[in-house]
């Protein structure tokens, strides 16, 4: 078993190799369709994705102008010249026996992704390149025989490389997890995970600590959850200290994620570049482009997760309410603007705040809890400014705030909430003079008396019970905040 001691004797090393699906409306090389999702096996696929005689490929426009966006993203330079490559490694599920790629000339560059953690740390994750490329079919294993699927074959991907800066599985997910932002954000992919729209290759090595090389690799691939790439590589790290421990050798090979079991499973020798046998691909003629082009492409960008968290942080919110906004603009995009909503607000710094940390505490638990709840119809700026104003105005305590919040949320249209709220009885009463006579009321009563004793003798706690009565006496329209002064007052 290993120990943390024995853990802590080792460096973990991950480099990350992501596919992203690119959203363009047809495929890489040919005009069928690119979304494959719960379509018919080998329903969407060409002559030119069946590898036919005389079919030649013609690049997809749409596919190189996201590219240079997830560029952008990823800081990173974008080639003025790039070129696709053969990659005559063995597909059983592409027809014509390699896959176009670009090995030697990619079109995105250097670049660097800032992954924020936690603990207000920032690591800086360093990208190698990122080329574009065609994905394969799909294979399903039937015991004797597999049947083959080229639904996806030729779907537009971009395969963006990590250098090998990530130390810490819960930096792994850090860093997917901000791809995934990252790409979706600037409108380069669709972000579906389930369907495979980004899939993960993760990279590990254990190197004894100050060791003048890194350890041997092993690659675990296709993973496509934030947690499967944590625990992958964690699992990885351990079952390779084991190997080293006991004096033996990490092999270098590919493995597969048994999320299931939870661990790793061999699945073949990891192969070197000169096994796949690379070779230009005179079909298709280089990509060439200028600054200009570069730059109008990318001007045409919205706003990335960095930008946002600027704006965000001005508001003093925490890490994992800014955290939370940003993946929730992402989960409901479509929907409802939450980023935009708050924004709109954002020089009423009080206000902002407010709105956020209701839209992180109510709003979006509401949303994921409640799936088939009708959203999208009313001004949700307005319901939640109405609240505030209410709140702060201590006409609404936060408890039938939070009921108020529910039963409008789903409403066709708004009403003026102010009044909606004083028929449901929702707004309490601060009118002194009226709970001065509950509080008196609750004081004398009986049942009050060993309070009222404790909290003569100093137990200010009590003063949460007496409260209590006299919200219960109002049928919860008292100001708590009110009463408790008066109930100070009186004793």
Request: glycine share 6%; aromatic share 6%; with cysteine.
């Amino acid at each position: 078993m290993m120990t943390d001691e024995i853990l802590a004797k080792y460096d973990m090393t991950i480099g990350v190799e992501c596919h992203v699906q690119l959203a363009t409306k047809t495929k890489l090389f040919s005009g069928v369709d690119n979304d494959a999702r719960d379509k018919s096996p080998n329903s969407v696929v060409s002559p030119i994705d069946y590898a036919l005689p005389g079919m030649l490929p013609v690049l997809n426009r749409a596919a190189v102008d996201l590219a240079i966006k997830a560029g952008k993203a990823l800081n990173s330079t974008i080639a003025k010249v790039s070129r696709f490559d053969r990659k005559h490694y063995f597909y059983p599920d592409l027809p014509k026996g390699y896959q176009t790629t670009q090995m030697y000339q990619p079109i995105i560059g250097a670049g660097v992704v800032h992954v924020p953690m936690e603990d207000g740390s920032i690591i800086d994750v360093r990208i190698h390149h990122a080329h574009l490329e065609e994905d394969a079919g799909k294979l399903t294993h039937y015991g004797s025989y597999s049947l083959v699927d080229l639904n996806r074959a030729g779907t537009p991907l971009i395969e963006i490389v990590s250098e090998p800066d990530i130390h810490s599985s819960a930096a792994a997910k850090g860093y997917v997890n901000e791809l995934y932002r990252l790409m979706t954000y600037a409108g380069v992919t669709n972000g579906d995970l389930f369907h495979g729209n980004m899939r993960f290759d993760v990279n590990v090595s254990a190197a004894l600590k100050g060791a003048a090389e890194l350890g041997k690799r092993a690659e675990v691939k296709n993973l496509n959850s934030f947690r499967s790439v944590e625990r992958a590589a964690e699992y990885e790290f351990k079952r390779q200290v084991e190997i080293l421990e006991h004096g033996e050798k990490v092999v270098q090979e590919t493995r597969g994620w048994d999320d299931a079991k939870q661990k790793t499973t061999s699945q073949r020798s990891k192969e070197d570049a000169q096994d796949y046998r690379y070779m230009p691909d005179a079909d298709i003629p280089p990509i060439i482009l200028d600054d200009t082009e570069i730059a109008a492409i990318q001007a045409d960008m919205p706003r990335l997760p960095g930008d946002w968290r600027l704006i965000l942080q001005k508001l003093g919110l925490e890490y994992l309410a800014i955290e939370t906004l940003l993946d929730a603009e992402n989960e409901f995009r479509g929907k409802i603007n939450i980023l935009q909503m708050i924004e709109s607000v954002i020089d009423d710094t009080k206000k902002a705040k407010f709105i956020a940390n209701w839209t992180v505490n109510n709003f979006i638990t509401i949303l994921r809890s409640e799936p088939s709840l009708n959203i999208g119809s009313i001004d949700y700026l307005s319901l939640q400014t109405a609240i505030y104003d209410l709140i702060e105005s201590n006409k609404l305590s936060s408890t039938n705030a939070k009921v108020l919040f529910r039963e409008l949320i789903g409403v066709d249209e708004l009403p003026n909430v102010e009044t909606y709220a004083t028929e449901k009885g929702y707004i309490q009463v601060s009118d002194e003079s009226a709970i001065a006579a509950i509080v008196d009321e609750v004081l004398a009563d009986p049942i009050s008396q060993k309070a009222v004793e404790d909290l003569r003798n100093g137990n200010d706690k009590v003063i949460g019970f007496l409260v209590g009565q006299i919200m219960k006496k109002s049928g919860g329209k008292a100001n708590p905040a009110l009463a408790q002064k008066l109930i100070k007052e009186r004793i």
